[in-house]
């Protein structure tokens, strides 16, 4: 399982190719020398998957929070997860990065990753879901098939009665 939280959690005195590659571990050769070119190759494979372009030899720091949030999902993506855990992943992203995290999201679903989307942006819920859960504080309100939901539905059991009580 990976999870990429909402708030990208990337060491910001490293490149972005080294963030990327913490928990893969860098490319390495011989005597266990890092082998930098190979490295920011690999970074490079992995941004270029998600249809992304931006450089992974910057320090991560100088990263806005959608590049840092799109290194850690290219990351994710790149670790071939079970299951891969997203956690308002589209907070920052723009409308060309949250299409391209789709088109991910879906490539995955169809290669048999699990996804577990957690959002408050409740037309990408029934974009992007097959199933959708609802809770309300901390307790499971109701579980449906996406399809049989309109957004309606999903606030009326988020706050616990239909628009017109409200």
């Known amino acids: 399982m990976h999870v990429v939280h909402q708030e990208a959690d990337l ?8 963030n990327m590659l913490l ?20 970074a490079d ?3 270029d998957a998600l249809g992304e372009r931006f450089d992974v030899r910057e320090e991560a720091g100088g990263l ?3 590049r840092r949030t ?11 997860p079970k299951v891969l855990f997203l956690d308002e992943p589209t907070a920052s992203l723009t409308q060309k990065e949250i299409h391209n995290l789709f088109a991910q999201i879906r490539r995955l ?8 989307y ?14 959708v859960t609802v809770m309300r504080d901390g307790e499971t309100i109701a579980t449906h098939e996406a399809r049989e939901l309109t957004l309606d539905d999903i606030v009326a059991k988020m706050v616990g009665r239909q628009r017109g009580e409200m």
């Open 45 to 47: 494979k992995m941004v």
């Open 11 to 18: 060491f910001p005195q490293l490149s972005i190719a080294e």
């Open 64 to 66: 806005t929070v959608a």
């Open 109 to 116: 679903r169809e290669a048999g990753v699990g996804i577990v």
């Open 70 to 80: 799109m290194a850690e999902i290219a990351a994710a993506v790149a670790s071939e």
């Open 118 to 131: 957690v959002s408050h942006r409740l037309e990408e819920i029934l974009t992007i879901c097959d199933r």
């Open 23 to 42: 928990g893969k571990g860098l490319v390495t050769g011989a005597g266990g020398l890092i082998q930098w070119g190979a490295t920011f190759a690999e």
